[in-house]
């Protein structure tokens, strides 16, 4: 039997591996993608009928869609040990050739962000991703000699969220797939929220209508709609209040949060272009400087959402904010906007 210090070492490192927990460890568990997972389970049991290790997967998309989870999901449907690194982390080539000559048989190799590789690294993996061998170059000059070393089979997994930025050659050799990660349904997110909560076991559920408003402003990403789960349920924890839709709503206001899923960097943006500059266009590098915000954080993070959601175009003359971001942020769209940009 525990003790009462043991039971909260234990919850003190439940606390700290939460975000593990709500990972997904079975395919039943993983809500949308649907494609994906049917492509997958045939590519799997293709692989595991020929007693092969699958072929190179690649998967990209924007951040928090799930593309670690597949990974993680992949080893464990084929009771493979996976060794997981990311892009800038192999720095040089006896790097990578120190992960690869430590694989096992049918490991799986788990590379994130694999856009940011080193390029010199990148050509060493060529040959290691096609025909399982190593060329390592000793020495310098007319005395360089060359070393080709047999690596065990092993199955490349990589993730991206920049799949403009690989080159077509490492990009050509994933062939097992190429999958692009979609944003989720409101019931997909409701879902996965749902699953969230029952995990974290609180003391009262979430009420319908408060499960719609966190879906609504978790970004169509499992990753946000978790983060909002978790802040929702610390501050009903600390008001001693039911998860209802009345507690989201404070709990995210809180935040900074609002009914869109903006936040605030996010109206910062939309109100700079549209107080400080008419609502547009206006470049990129000029609204990062007025902003004070980096602009890549813009262009990656910040922007695809508000496009998505019709709040702001980019053109070739620069970003312009639309009369639904007016509307939203309850500015006056001027009435001669259209005809002047025409």
Sequence with gaps: MSSPTQKKQEKREDDIFLDSKLRPSKWAEYIGQKQIKDNLHILLEAARGRNQPPEHILFYGPPGLGKTTLAHLIAHETGRQMKVTSGPAIEKVGDLASILTNLSPGDILFIDEIHRLNKMVEEILYPAMESGS???????????????????????????????????????????????????????????????????????????????????????????????????????????????????????????????GLSSSDRKVLETIIDKFDGGPVGLKTIAAATAEEEATIEEVTEPYL????????????????????????????????????
Excluded: M, W
Excluded at 307 to 335: C, M, N, S, W
């Design 134 to 260: 190593l060329d390592i170059i000793i020495g310098k000059g007319p005395s360089a000699r060359t070393i080709q070393l047999d690596l065990p089979p092993f199955t490349l997994v990589a993730a991206t969220t920049r799949i403009a930025l690989l080159s077509s050659p490492l990009r050509s050799r994933f062939s097992g797939g190429v999958f692009r990660l979609e944003f989720y349904t409101d019931e997909e997110i409701k879902e996965i929220a749902r699953r969230s909560l029952s995990i974290l076991g609180t003391e009262h559920t979430l009420e319908d209508d408060a499960l719609e408003e966190i879906a609504r402003r978790s970004r169509f990403t499992p990753r946000t709609a978790n983060y909002l789960i978790k802040r929702v349920r610390d501050f009903a924890q600390v008001h001693k209040k039911s998860l209802s839709k009345k507690t989201v709503h404070e709990a995210l206001s809180l935040l900074g949060i609002d009914e869109l």
């Design 307 to 342: 496009i998505q959601l019709g709040l702001l175009e980019r053109t070739a003359k620069g970003r312009v904010a639309t009369q639904k971001a007016y509307d939203h942020l309850g500015f006056d769209y001027p009435e001669n906007k259209d005809s002047n940009e025409c």
